[in-house]
């Protein structure tokens, strides 16, 4: 056996054991893949990929895409992999850096098939916080009683990018936000996730900014609580990162946050692998309408 992968809990993570040389032997890929959708989050310790080996082994596993090209601080000359970093030299713009410390799923408000999965390698940590958070979003559904189930089964929600803003700048102004419009779609997607494989998980993150045809603070109260619900510790993985670690996860069944750091050098190496799974469209204008409307 050329790769072994160990549970970290239950029910959420796995650590790869693998030597660099064969991580994209043909094996080890399937194992991998297979890995991703068992423990939904994997980490290689210490394996210190440099960017060319990263972008390797994200083309081996599927095809990569860069969807943050539009958000400030990409660096679209390093051929797809983007710099997560609060360093004002690399990132003129934090907001989605910053946008980062609250639960998300990547690329819901991107009028795209919902990216597959994304690969994060630590090149420089904080000096305090910058722990990564993953939450099992199918462990998580699974967990909910047969009445719940029921009773979300086939709400449909709008994501923005204004709402993963919100907490970010309380009072944004109009140009910031004419520039959040430009940057992304307004998207609805299910609550509850259907995939091919039969598998169902909740979509939630900060972006859930209402449920369609429901009033908005009745809207929001439900999707606050089940992301309440969904970080509970026995769905989550949290990583504390060594320089050269590398951590994958799976983005159509996890959500993710990091712990606030304000260090500079913090700087993460990020590969996303393209999705096959379209599960929404772009909101109609009448249901984003309603997401302010509070009763
Ligand atoms: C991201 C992200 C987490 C981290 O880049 O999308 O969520 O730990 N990063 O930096
Ligand atoms: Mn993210």
Not at 218 to 223: D, E, I, T
Request: aromatic letters at 8%.
């Amino acid at each position: 056996m050329s790769v072994t992968i160990e549970p970290i809990k239950p029910l959420i993570g796995g650590l790869v054991r693998v030597d660099k040389s064969r991580l994209c032997d043909p094996d080890v890929v399937e194992s991998v893949r297979a890995g991703l959708e068992d423990r939904g989050v994997l980490v290689f310790a210490e394996i210190g990929l440099k960017d060319e080996e990263q972008l390797a082994f994200t083309d081996r596993l599927g095809s990569r895409v860069n969807f943050t090209r539009q958000a400030p601080g990409s660096d679209v000359s390093a051929q797809d992999v983007y710099k997560v970093t609060l360093d004002k030299e690399l990132n003129n713009e934090p907001d989605y850096v910053l946008g980062t410390f609250f639960w998300h799923v990547d690329g819901v408000t991107m009028d795209m098939a919902v990216p597959k999965a994304t690969l994060l390698s630590a090149r420089s940590l904080a000096d305090r916080g910058g722990e990564t958070e993953f939450a099992n979003l199918i462990a998580a559904y699974e967990a909910l009683s047969a009445e719940e189930k029921q009773e979300i089964d086939s709400l449909r929600v709008v994501h923005t990018l204004e709402a993963s803003m919100r907490p970010v700048w309380g009072h944004p102004s109009s140009e910031r936000r004419e520039r959040w419009t430009r940057m992304a779609v307004p998207m609805e997607h299910p609550l509850v996730w259907k995939h091919p494989d039969g598998r169902k998980s909740l979509l939630l993150g900060t972006h859930a900014d209402g449920i369609v045809g429901w009033p908005a603070a009745h809207g929001r109260a439900l999707l606050w609580r089940l992301q309440q619900w969904a970080a509970q510790p026995d769905f989550v993985y949290r990583h504390s990162w060594r320089p050269g670690d590398l951590v994958m996860w799976n983005n159509e069944g996890l959500m993710h946050r990091v712990a606030p750091y304000t260090d500079g050098r913090r700087t993460m190496h990020r590969t996303t692998i393209a999705g096959r799974e379209k599960p929404g469209h772009r909101a109609r204008p009448e249901d984003l309408a309603r997401t302010l409307e509070p009763v």
